[in-house]
């Protein structure tokens, strides 16, 4: 039997269906269209920003590094341009040693490479990109860019190096500089937003001396380029830019080719020297012995230079004329004369009778080998350098009138010299003993310990800067200068020269009568005292003070011997002096290490350097040989005109010429005593152009 379909039925369950369909189609193409309105109208500004920022980057344009110009305008830093070998750890597909490896097929990649670049990218985890190699040949380069395919994480960029042509040479004062680390990320984050804003996409800063000091004057402002990118990042073309501005020109005090002189006359003794304009402070010479080469730095240094540098016994990193302390000795011995004037404890005519030794509280302060040198006077006393004069003084005085008066001098304080890292030293009084030590039976001064304080020993301690600062205020007048290295900058776009901002100068109120006896008697320690060979023959007159501070301590009723120890336990060399005696033009306090006697070491590189500063001279090769192994006095043989003596220096002086000359243009050298000369001697566009990290 046939069963009949109730249409009726069917076309109502088929409208049923319809309009559900009909319904969801209609939902669906109403949320399409409300989900197209809300991308296309209400978010059209965040998703249009969005894609011109998925299209485009912003880059910033890391300005060229200032150059840094002695004050003859002898270029001491400069920059070059050269290509980089960068990997990106992040990006890369392989394993890094395996990817290292395979690059060194291509482009010879040195262990010294391996382990430079193992230590910054422990150093440097954050870094998207560390080179592997730099100062690519443009064979690498071709090279590289056919296999370039097979390394994804790895480029080669276009870098500017920083650049210090004459290498180790006042290498303590130029100073270097080398990747931003951890720590000053960290201190970065205390800047100002501008200041950090200034520092991005920034990869070097300056670590020592001058590129430390100077560094936000030689850094420059960086600009900002906006760029077209690839789908892969890579950038197509340049939308728009804002120039980046060159980093300030920094003119130094410092006169090179007498920087020069001095570390030749130390040759490979270690000790420091620092030279002074007494009449404003500028500093001509600031010599530590030994240098380094702040080259190696700059890429970063190999662990392997690095032990050598840091662990040598010699400590070539150490800035001597800065940080390193030591005590005064005998050169001490002019500043008591002035304080026992000042205090009136004593007078110039007052007789004191050396007769060798001294004793107090039952021990023997002894004097010359225990040759006494008879009744002596002050004059006498600097000139003879009577230890037993000033070992009663020292009595007389008692430790806190001598720290009192010596505070004013700088000794024991900061000089305020515009580069980073000096110390204090110890300028002794009882106040400092009980701050020192943490024992109370510690603590207490015993007046036997002021006894050594008058002939520059016991707790003295003090920098060869400090020294100079002291005898330059005393050749001056009284009238004390901070000492500075920088004399001017100049503004890379309106080429203007803006004088280093100095303090005016102190006047410490010596009566002239008492200058001119201390003055009178260090003049005549040149004419009949301890450094009368060393200035033999001088056409100027000049004023000086010799002195040997003890390295190590040496027993009661023991004698020095240096024959008997170590080089490293024998007595300091020292020499204080200014020039000419009527009108100071320059004050010298220099000291070679473990030398034994002021006169014997010290004095004639002071000699050598009056010389060349007061009448253009340098010394003959034969000269220079004999003051590096401590056996010459008076200069001998015939000494060079310094304006003929041949610039660039020494070995490698080729390479180091090209180097200048690819910063600037050739700089003639002005005579030894002139003005500085102006910061337009460098070409303009050379600062603009060369500048970099």
């Known amino acids: 039997m046939t069963e009949l379909r109730n249409v009726e039925a069917d076309l109502a369950r088929f409208r049923v269906r319809v309009f559900v369909a009909s319904l969801v189609v209609l939902i669906a193409f109403v949320l399409l269209a409300s989900r197209l309105v809300w991308l296309q109208v209400v978010r059209h500004d965040d998703f249009s920003q969005q894609a011109e920022s998925n299209r485009t980057a912003i880059v910033p344009v890391v300005p060229n590094r200032g150059l840094i110009l002695d004050r003859n305008g002898i270029v001491l830093a400069s920059n070059y341009s050269a290509y980089t070998l960068e990997l990106s750890p992040a990006r890369l597909r392989g394993h890094l040693d395996k990817t290292i490896d395979e690059l060194s097929e291509v482009i010879e990649i040195s262990p010294r490479d391996r ?108 600009g900002v380029e906006q760029v077209e990118t690839s789908a892969g990042g890579r950038a197509v073309r340049r939308l728009a830019s804002s120039p980046s501005t060159p980093g300030h020109t920094v003119q130094l005090a410092i006169d090179i080719k007498l920087q020069k002189l001095v570390e030749d006359l130390y040759g490979e003794r270690r000790g420091a020297l620092v030279a002074l304009d007494p009449r404003s402070g500028e500093v001509l010479a600031f010599v530590s012995k030994p240098t380094f080469d702040p080259n190696l730095f700059v890429d970063g240094i190999d662990s392997e230079n690095w032990q050598l540098l840091n662990e040598s016994i010699d400590k070539p990193l150490l800035n001597r004329a800065l940080r390193g302390t030591y005590p005064p000795g005998s050169t001490y011995k002019p500043f008591m004369a002035m304080a026992a004037l000042q205090t009136g404890k004593r007078s110039p005519s007052q007789i004191i009778n050396d007769g060798g030794s001294w004793s107090f509280g039952g021990h023997v302060f002894r004097s010359h080998g225990d040759h006494g040198l008879g009744p002596v006077d002050m004059y006498l006393s600097i000139v003879k350098s009577s230890n037993v004069y000033y070992y009663t003084l020292a009595n007389e005085m008692g430790v806190d009138l001598m720290h009192d008066f010596m505070k004013p001098l700088g000794f024991g304080q900061y000089t305020g010299i515009d580069i980073n890292g000096e110390v204090r030293g110890v300028l002794p009084s009882q106040a400092w003993k009980r701050g020192y030590f943490k024992r109370p039976e510690h603590q207490k001064w015993y007046a036997g310990e002021t006894i050594s304080l008058g002939i520059g020993q016991g707790y003295n301690s003090f920098t060869m800067l400090q020294l100079a600062q002291a005898t330059a205020t005393l050749a001056n007048g009284g009238v004390k200068h901070r000492p500075h290295i920088v004399l001017a900058t100049e503004d890379p776009v309106s080429k203007a020269r803006i004088p280093a901002p100095q303090p005016p100068p102190e006047n410490l109120g010596f009566k002239p009568e008492h200058v001119a006896v201390v003055r009178k008697a260090m003049v005549g320690v040149t004419q009949q005292g301890t450094s009368t060979r060393v200035f ?147 070409p303009a566009s050379a600062a603009v152009k060369t500048s970099a990290h």
């Open 115 to 222: 382990r430079r670049f193992k230590k910054l990218l422990e150093e440097m985890k954050s870094i998207d990109s560390l080179p592997i190699r730099t100062k690519l040949t443009d064979e690498e380069v071709a090279r590289f860019a056919v296999q370039r395919y097979r390394f994804p994480g790895v480029d080669i960029k276009a870098r500017l190096f920083r650049s210090y042509p004459w290498g180790e040479l006042a290498s303590h004062v130029v100073g270097y500089i080398g990747r931003v680390n951890q720590s000053e990320k960290r201190a970065m984050e205390e800047w100002s937003e501008e200041d950090q804003a200034n520092y991005r996409g920034t990869e070097y800063i300056g670590k020592l001396g001058v590129e430390q000091a100077y560094e936000k004057q030689l850094h420059g402002i960086t």
């Open 536 to 682: 033999a023959g001088a056409p100027y007159l000049s004023g000086g003070k010799t002195g040997t501070a003890q390295a190590v301590t040496i027993g009661q009723k023991e004698k020095y011997n240096a024959k008997k120890m170590e080089e490293h336990q024998r007595d300091h060399a020292l020499y204080i002096a200014f020039a000419p005696a009527d009108d100071p033009k320059i004050a010298i306090a220099a000291l070679v290490e473990n030398a034994g006697f002021g006169a014997a070491s010290a004095a004639p590189i002071t000699r050598r350097v009056f010389d060349y500063w007061l009448l253009g001279q340098y010394p003959s090769e034969e000269d220079l040989e004999a003051v590096r192994r401590g056996q010459a006095a008076a200069p001998i043989g015939k000494p060079r005109n310094a304006s003929e003596v041949a610039w660039p220096p020494g070995a490698g002086g080729a390479a180091a010429l090209a180097a200048t000359q690819a910063a600037s243009a050739p700089v003639a050298a002005a005579p030894a005593a002139s003005a500085p000369a102006p910061l337009a001697l460098v």
